[in-house]
């Protein structure tokens, strides 16, 4: 079959295998250029680094990209927990499974073992396959079955509560008050203004429930009751602050509250971590950079902002996409100098979070994306911001517009 993208709304509803296929390629091979090929394999007796590692979240963005830099970067045994949807005969998958399946047929190919896991990973019952993949994964890899990373990058609307059982749905929404700003459609160049109304404190609940840090707190205590976890621990949760423009819809709407809970859960699971096994063990949440996902597309201003956001920071030779951010992360704070050999020695702010997100926080980088979100019209927006690099990472993400990719082939969806 010819598969071309389906966009409705900054919603893009398909995929394609070969281009998926070859972004974790790229990605693949970004991660043996910065690290260097070498003897890539988890037995290798180098202290500190990552030798069997969980991604909570693994398909896609930040979690991929973790899963991608820790295995191929150093060597790491990995299990992958996500939920996609595999392809069929005459239907293409979700991007995440053709992903997924790239990762593990190059590992594999690499000599490197990995494990992958489909299905809710807010349930116990994936918790306790989880438990079984890694004991395997560890006897395949010939090493002690002790997780030493630990990353949540879980991105789904929707929980089922374990304990009670109820489905629990996310909003993206201002918390008080509406909010209106200016958002784009990517396809057509348009700019508009859209709104969002307060959230009910129902709305609020839900939003915690699903995307706090609960979950995190279940994984540790999971992984901590069948003696998993390794006194070297080191557990990590993504967040996003953005700048203050955003916080109206994000940091102090539904968003931000989740997240203010994601850290909560942190400082619960230090506390947890320090008493089972250790002053060495240690959970984070990152605050990485703005990059293009599925929910950015459709939160109000976000679109716009990162637009213009990419073009100041391509123009300064700052911009980075997730497997450049995660890169960094583990090259320059996770496993840095002292911190490979003391994880309390990893640089963090005031708050006690890891900052990748520094060099889009810059104060010329905002001052400069700031001013060109106030002066840009429909006629300057594709040569003022870079509404076409926002375009193509969209596309990107889910297997289009990628180069060296014949888009009029025929193509076998169950296949990469």
Not at 109 to 115: A, E, F, N, Y
Not at 123 to 129: I, N, V
Request: aromatic fraction near 8%.
């Amino acid at each position: 079959m010819i598969i071309k993208p389906m966009v409705r709304s900054n919603i893009c509803i398909n995929s394609h295998p070969k281009g998926c296929a070859a972004v974790v390629r790229k990605q693949i091979a970004y991660v043996q250029d910065r690290f260097g090929k070498g003897n890539l394999s988890p037995a290798r007796p180098v202290t500190g680094i990552p030798r069997l590692v969980l991604v909570i979240g693994c398909s896609t963005g930040y979690g991929l990209a973790s899963r991608i830099a820790a295995a191929f970067g150093y060597g790491a045994a990995t299990v992958g927990i996500s939920l996609e949807k595999p392809a069929s005969a005459t239907k293409p998958g979700t991007p995440g499974w053709y992903n997924n399946l790239t990762f593990d047929t190059e590992a594999a190919q690499g000599g490197l073992i990995s494990k992958t896991l489909d299905g809710d990973a807010f349930s116990d019952q994936l918790k306790a396959a989880a438990v079984t993949a890694l004991r395997e994964t560890a006897a395949a890899a010939g090493i002690p079955p002790k997780v030493d990373l630990i990353i949540y990058s879980l991105a789904s609307p929707v929980r089922t509560d374990p304990c009670d059982g109820v489905m629990y749905r996310s909003v993206i929404k201002p918390i008080g008050q509406a909010y209106s700003g200016k958002t784009i459609d990517m396809m057509t160049g348009k700019i508009n203004l859209v709104s969002a109304a307060p959230a009910t404190e129902e709305e609020i609940a839900h939003t915690i429930k699903v995307m706090g840090g609960e979950d995190w707190e279940r994984w540790i205590h999971a992984l901590d009751t069948a003696g998993l976890l390794s006194p070297g621990l080191r557990t990590v949760a993504y967040t996003y602050l953005g700048p203050e423009l955003s916080w109206p819809i994000y940091k102090n709407g539904t968003i931000g509250r989740a997240k203010e809970d994601l850290e909560r859960a942190g400082q619960a699971i230090n506390k947890r971590l320090s008493q089972a096994l250790g002053p060495r063990a240690r959970a984070w949440v990152s605050v990485n950079k703005a990059v293009v996902t599925r929910a950015s597309v459709v939160i109000p201003i976000i679109p716009f902002y990162i637009s213009c956001l990419f073009k100041v920071m391509k123009e300064q030779g700052l911009h980075e996409g997730c497997i450049e951010q995660i890169v960094r992360l583990y090259q320059d704070r996770l496993y840095l100098g002292e911190a490979l050999e003391d994880p309390r020695k990893v640089p963090i702010d005031e708050e006690g979070r890891i900052r990748i997100d520094d060099w889009e926080m810059r104060e010329e980088v905002q001052q400069k994306t700031l001013a060109r979100m106030e002066t840009i019209t429909e006629e300057t927006l594709f040569t003022a911001s870079d509404v076409a690099g926002f375009k193509h990472d969209f596309l990107e993400a889910h297997g289009f517009d990628v180069s060296g990719i014949d888009y009029e082939a025929d193509t076998d969806p169950a296949t990469i």
